[in-house]
C-alpha cells in the first residue's frame, strides 16, 4: 500500500468515527463497483447516505475538499446508480454527502467537514 492509499484509509477512518459521533450507521466501506469505489454507505433514519472522502495532509495541491472533481462526481453517481439497482434501494430515501479531511502532520490535528447532498 502506498502513501496516498494509507493517507485515504486514515481520512476514511476519521470520517467513519465523525459520522457515527454524529448518530449515522456505517452499512459498508470501500465498495467496489466496476472500476469505482463507494468509499462509505451510511444510514441515518430511514435515509441511506453514499459518501465520498477526501483526505489531504497537503495544501499544495489545495483543499481536500476541491479535489472533488466533476469526473469524480459523475463517476460517483454511476457507481452509486448501480448499487441501487443491485441492491433495489429506494432512491426517495439517498443522498450523496461528501466529508473532506484535511490533516495538520505536525500539529496532529485532523479539519473535517461534512457536505451533505452534494450532488
Do not use: W
Not at 453514499?50 to 476541491?66: C, Q, Y
Amino acid at each position: 500500500m502506498n502513501y496516498n492509499q494509507k493517507v485515504g484509509q486514515f481520512g476514511e477512518k476519521l470520517a467513519c468515527n465523525y459520522l457515527i459521533r454524529k448518530g449515522y450507521k456505517v452499512l459498508a466501506k470501500n465498495i467496489k463497483i466496476s472500476y469505482q469505489e463507494i468509499d462509505i454507505i451510511a444510514q441515518k433514519n430511514k435515509n441511506i447516505i453514499f459518501i465520498e472522502v477526501k483526505t489531504r495532509t497537503s495544501d499544495k495541491l489545495g483543499k481536500a475538499n476541491e479535489s472533488f472533481s466533476p469526473q469524480k462526481m459523475k463517476n460517483l453517481h454511476f457507481s452509486i446508480e448501480n448499487y441501487i439497482y443491485k441492491n433495489k434501494i429506494s432512491e426517495k430515501f439517498i443522498s450523496i454527502d461528501l466529508i473532506s479531511v484535511d490533516i495538520n502532520k505536525y500539529k496532529k490535528i485532523a479539519n473535517i467537514k461534512h457536505y451533505k447532498d452534494v450532488f
